[in-house]
């Protein structure tokens, strides 16, 4: 490979929370062991050198003034879907800035429904979905996944009709690819997913930020791209920060054709004030929008197909008891515990703090809506992973 994926990159004492903090209460990591950063979506991976190379030449000028865009930015965003996704017709004047994903939800959110109406999300949830529409005094109306005989997380399709007839829902969030399950949806379960929606008139945002990291030989489909009517009723947010770990630098963007919508989406943004594009993130957005981003994209794909296969196939050979599905897309595994949990008469609380003090930093999967589950991220070099599933083995599952 032309770029490296291999070498452990120390991250101490450079403001990362993922090597800095610990998210379990009461958890240690014992004497003897390192912490294997496994829980916060970031990659421990470093990125495309044309970013650094775009923000320290931008740098490099002593003037960080007021500024607008250049048409390089736009043309980047552009290219990057069309390349990426097969997306034709879009125009500068359909893109928009956010600073944050969650933050153009509910810019989107407060046109397409009441403070204190409904909005159907899919359960398990993103978290952030759950903390910014509660801040924000929506009500939160979950429709679960379910597994089909394969194990793969498929969309109920008659729950989530009649919760959206029942609670007289307008709004849906709608995760693609979904975090935390990972699945990357197939062309037909948008398409009558976007049915439903058009037939009870509800409006959509959907979370793309995921939708460059996709698994082994699956493919995006942008929501907006199933029929005209989802293109029109469709506020499309997205970001270089999942693909590229720029989380730090902020800067995200909406996509919306329906100039109703985005008019609208738009002056809800401006309202704080405070929804203004970083310089130095936006010279990051055009470097990693290149080429080279592209070649490195690749690269990193293969990595995580990698990554995600050896992981799943280990945890079947050797952790009974605990159930994953492979994720189509992103880096992170959502295991379920119950079983395991059941047959061992441990907690949940009592497993992650196992795995926290033989250094596998991992994540509770309850504000996730997984009543035993654990997240887990898989974005650093195998040798890391190797290392956290044969201290699992050895000290955790099988002691």
Known sequence: MKYDFTSIMDRRG?????????????????????????????????TVPTIPQAIMERAGH???????????????????????????????????YENGVLGGVISALNVMCSKGGSVLLHSPTYIGFTSSLENNGYRIVLSPLVQDAEGVWRMDFEDMERKI??????????????????????????EKAMELYKKHDVFV????????????????????????????????????????????LVGSYHIIYNKWLRE????????????????????????????EGRAWLEELRQVLTGNVNYACEYIQKHFQ??????????????????????????TIDELLRSGAEVGVIWQD????????HIRMNLALPLSR??????????????P
């Open 14 to 46: 450079k403001d990362s929370i993922a090597v800095e903090y610990i998210p379990i209460p009461g958890a240690q990591v014992r004497e003897g062991f390192d912490a294997i950063p496994m829980w916060v979506a970031d990659m421990n991976f470093p």
């Open 385 to 398: 992973v190797q290392e956290a599933f044969s201290r699992l083995d050895k000290y955790v599952f099988n």
């Open 264 to 291: 609208r989406v738009e002056k809800e943004s401006s309202l704080s004030h405070y929804n203004n594009m970083n310089v130095l993130s936006m010279h990051a957005l055009i470097g990693a929008y290149k080429p």
């Open 62 to 96: 002593p003037a960080y003034g007021y500024f607008d865009p250049p048409a390089e930015y736009y043309h980047s965003i552009i290219q990057w879907h069309e390349t990426r996704n097969g997306v034709t017709g879009l125009s500068k004047d359909c893109i928009g």
């Open 165 to 190: 007839v029942e609670r007289k829902i307008h709004a849906a969030i709608f995760c693609s690819p979904h975090n935390p399950c990972g699945r990357v949806w197939e062309r037909w379960e948008i």
């Open 365 to 372: 999967g309850r504000p996730f809506h997984g009543p035993c």
């Open 205 to 248: 945002v959907s979370d793309e930020i995921w939708s460059d990291i996709i698994l082994a030989d699956n493919r995006h489909i942008p929501t907006q791209s199933v029929s005209e009517d989802a293109r029109n009723r469709t506020a499309a947010i997205y970001a270089p920060s999942k693909t590229f770990n720029l989380a730090g």
């Open 321 to 346: 008891g605990i159930r994953v599905s492979k994720p189509q897309g992103t880096y992170m595994l959502f295991l379920d515990c119950t079983e395991w949990c059941k047959a061992h008469g441990k």
